[in-house]
């Protein structure tokens, strides 16, 4: 920030509130990554002193800061495990100065992990050995999603972009209505579930997992139409996966918060 040419009998840039005076001709003020005000406050030789409005300075917003790329490789459709999944190949790369946490998230489900550190011009590649995860919500069955890509530096948030990934589709074998009641829950929840389109309803089960594919819990399904009742209060906070199974396959699964 350029100061007025003058020389003063004492000077004071005033960011947030803190600020030292000085004498002389002004120093032109140097901007920090912070957002916040600042005002200049100017006396002359005799004693007449004048502030100047507050300027609120919205640094973190600038997308010159923003330099972060996600690179989507590969995707491939996972269904033969605890629960539907997709595992994501590529990287994700900081060109910034300064190191940054990256937050992947999606209103369709959930990625695995989810937070990334990044050096300063640095980035983090996943693949075969280490893929990304996303984890389909209920009602998600491919096709293309708008994710939103958070970066934060020093714990504040100076980045927010939108990229697009596009699934491979998946058809259930069996149409059904799963949900819960409530979500997010404290202790106890109910999974209202309902299979519309089979001959005999045989083997069916529903299932909780937490995101790494533990097992948590599990129930029987012997109508084609029920409620079945979960006690979660032993659970640490988190997410978790309700998995409606039938002959062994995952025909609807839907995300549950832990509170």
């Not at 996972?78 to 940054?100: E, K, R, T």
């Not at 999606?106 to 011009?121: D, E, K, L």
């Not at 050995?129 to 504040?156: H, K, M, R, V, Y």
């Amino acid at each position: 920030m350029i100061g007025p040419i003058p020389e003063f009998y004492k000077y004071q840039w005033d960011f947030n509130n803190t600020g030292t005076f000085q004498g002389g001709i002004v120093d032109d003020y140097e901007l920090t990554e912070y957002d916040g005000t600042l005002d200049l406050t100017l006396v002359n030789d005799f004693q007449c002193g004048v502030t100047s409005p507050e300027l609120n300075l919205d640094i973190l917003s600038c997308e010159r800061n923003c330099d972060i790329k996600l690179k989507i490789e590969k995707v491939d459709l996972n269904q033969d495990g605890d629960f539907i999944s997709y595992s994501l190949a590529g990287s994700i790369d900081n060109n910034n100065n300064f190191p940054v946490s990256i937050t992947l998230t999606s209103s369709n489900g959930v990625f695995v992990p989810s937070v990334f550190s990044i050096p300063a011009n640095g980035s983090v590649t996943f693949g075969a050995s280490n893929p990304l995860i996303f984890i389909p919500d209920a009602g998600f069955t491919g096709g293309s999603d708008s994710i939103s890509i958070i970066g934060q530096n020093a714990g504040e948030t100076f980045c927010l972009q939108e990229s697009v990934i596009n699934y491979p589709n998946f058809q259930p074998r069996a149409k059904v209505k799963l949900s819960a009641s409530p979500n997010p829950v404290m202790q106890h929840t109910q999974i209202d579930y309902e299979i519309t389109n089979v001959d005999q309803l045989k083997e069916a089960g529903i299932e909780i997992y937490d995101l790494l594919g533990h097992q948590k819990d599990r129930c029987l399904v012997t109508q084609s139409q029920g409620k079945a009742n979960f006690d979660l209060s032993a659970y640490s906070s988190g997410q978790y996966m309700v998995v409606l199974r039938y002959k062994g396959d995952i025909v609807a699964q839907l995300r549950l918060i832990k509170n």
